[in-house]
């Protein structure tokens, strides 16, 4: 089983910037992926950022160029730095996790709110 707790999120103008995080409870070197997905309300779960075995990160085009996410496997630790946000941006964000290819893990979320 693997714990992943997320952190970070919050109310944020537009324009404005935020970094999640999301550490887990075992390490993340092992981990086939790494990443974030958000919901909005009203809307589905929907694909922000991986990064894959370690070393290919994908973003999806709606916030590309605008989120970055990095991992630090020394903190088990994976971020989310999102710059240029816009009230689409609102949404609670899920930390996920895939082990062995089988194994899939969520965080609780993180509510980011975009307003002014």
């Known amino acids: 089983q693997v714990q992943l707790v997320e952190s970070g999120g919050g109310l944020v103008q537009p324009g404005g910037s935020l970094r999640l995080s999301c550490e887990a409870s075992?390490?993340?070197?092992?981990?086939?992926?790494m990443g974030w997905y958000r919901q909005a309300p009203g809307k589905e779960r929907e694909f922000v950022a991986a990064i894959i075995r370690g070393a290919t990160s994908k973003t999806a085009d709606s916030v590309q160029g605008r989120f970055t996410i990095t991992r630090d496997n020394a903190k088990n630790t994976i971020y989310l730095r999102m710059n240029s946000l816009t009230s689409d941006d609102t949404a609670v964000y899920y930390c996920?996790?895939?082990?062995?290819?089988?194994?899939?893990?969520w965080g609780q979320g993180t509510q980011v709110t975009v307003s002014s």
């Open positions: 996920y996790a895939k082990y062995y290819n089988t194994h899939e893990y």
């Open positions: 075992r390490s993340i070197f092992s981990a086939d992926v």
